[in-house]
């Protein structure tokens, strides 16, 4: 005779609740260029290029696209520190025009490349908490253009 075991599973509120993800952990993490979920793999395979996956976890980095979003960033950051600077300056002091440019244009040479990669992995850490993916050609909800 056949004997049927049932169900084991009890139903909550939170069986079906999502993976609980913190917006600000997962950015300050990406910030720090690791894994938003797990915080300790690498997110970066090369200086801007983001991993396929994180070597701890596991996790699929590959639908998060930052696109240009990271650029934009760093210029408003850095054009917010600079232009004010150089206006204070030249309003105040007005040094020689080669010294201010020779400052101002090295400063913001140095602070995009070196705001570039963390505020990349802060976007993706941030498209990772608030579950945004890119454009996934496999996924049958997307529609096709054209
Ligand atoms: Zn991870």
């Given amino acids: 005779m056949e004997t049927v075991t049932p169900a084991t599973t009890v139903w909550t509120r939170e069986t079906g609740a999502a993976e609980k ?11 720090r260029s690791r894994c938003p979920r797990c915080g300790e793999g690498k997110l970066f395979r090369a200086f801007l290029k983001v991993d396929d996956h994180c070597s701890v976890c596991g996790l699929d980095f590959t639908p998060h696209r ?3 979003l990271p650029a934009y960033l760093v210029i408003l950051i850095v054009g917010h520190i600079v232009v004010p600077t150089a206006l204070w ?3 105040n002091y007005a040094p020689a025009v080669w010294l201010q440019l020779s400052i101002y244009l090295s400063f913001t040479l140095i602070a995009s490349l070196a705001l570039l990669q963390p ?4 976007v ?3 498209q990772w908490a608030l579950r945004m993916h890119g454009f996934d050609e496999n996924s049958p909800g997307e529609i096709s253009p054209g």
Avoid: N, S
């Fill in 89 to 91: 300056i030249e309003t």
């Fill in 21 to 31: 993800r913190d917006v600000w952990t997962a950015m300050k993490r990406g910030f």
């Fill in 66 to 68: 930052a696109d240009d």
């Fill in 119 to 122: 505020v990349k992995g802060a």
């Fill in 124 to 126: 993706v850490g941030l």
